[in-house]
T-cell receptor, first 112, second 113 residues
Framework: DSGVTQTPKHLITATGQRVTLRCSPR?????VYWYQQSLDQGLQFLIQ???????AKGNILERFSAQQFPDLHSELNLSSLELGDSALYFC???????????FGSGTRLTVV | GESVGLHLPTLSVQEGDNSIINCAYS??????FIWYKQESGKGPQFIID?????DKRQGQRVTVLLNKTVKHLSLQIAATQPGDSAVYFC????????????FGKGTLLTVNP
């Protein structure tokens, strides 16, 4: 157990739907990062939050959004889902606004 | 579970041999590098890191070498075991990118008993 908790582990939903993925960082970690992993794209950075504030954005689609709450857990919201959004979504955390993350075990999203 | 390594470079070794996994990184300004191991169905797991002011760092059975001249990173695994079978990613920290890590495509290591 890495200390980073992601729920749910698996999610199957239909095109056009909206889902929310949840991440609880390791105790004491202030930064949360979201990554998408697909077979052909590898690990792609989506977005980073540090102590509740957005710090960096990657190639995150406008249909996707995220937030970090006062208790430091984070949620990634994916809407108007398309088949191509099927992927593993990982959350990672780190103590500061710096690299060297600890990853969660991921949420496998399947859009049908 | 579904493999993340269908289109990855692969390395196949015999149990007990030493493995060397290579990575070419992208940005000469990168100041921190990490190797991660990802087993099927799991999240990436930290193995070892190195800062740009070092050329070599050793851990338990693993050594990372950094050649900044040619922007090359390698991971050496001594006495490779079947449990080392996984996809290995290098990641670089680019200071101007607000500390997000940029990951390489990964290498699939298969250890044959």
């Amino acid at each position: 157990d890495s200390g980073v908790t992601q729920t749910p582990k698996h999610l199957i939903t239909a095109t056009g739907q909206r889902v929310t993925l949840r991440c609880s960082p390791r105790s004491g970690d202030l930064s949360v990062y979201w990554y998408q992993q697909s077979l052909d794209q590898g690990l792609q950075f989506l977005i980073q939050y540090y102590n509740g504030e957005e710090r960096a954005k990657g190639n995150i689609l406008e249909r996707f959004s995220a937030q970090q709450f006062p208790d430091l857990h984070s949620e990634l919201n994916l809407s108007s889902l398309e088949l191509g959004d099927s992927a593993l979504y990982f959350c990672a955390s780190s103590p500061r606004n710096s690299g060297g993350y600890t990853f969660g075990s991921g949420t496998r999203l399947t859009v049908v | 579970g579904e493999s993340v390594g269908l289109h990855l470079p692969t390395l196949s070794v015999q149990e007990g041999d030493n493995s060397i996994i290579n990575c070419a990184y992208s940005n000469s300004a990168s100041d921190y590098f990490i190797w991660y191991k990802q087993e099927s169905g799991k999240g990436p797991q930290f193995i070892i890191d190195i800062r740009s002011n070092m050329d070599k760092r050793q851990g338990q059975r693993v050594t990372v070498l950094l050649n900044k001249t040619v922007k090359h990173l390698s991971l050496q695994i001594a006495a490779t075991q079947p449990g080392d079978s996984a996809v290995y990613f290098c990641a670089e920290n680019i200071p101007t990118s607000n500390y997000k890590l940029t990951f390489g495509k990964g290498t699939l290591l298969t250890v044959n008993p």
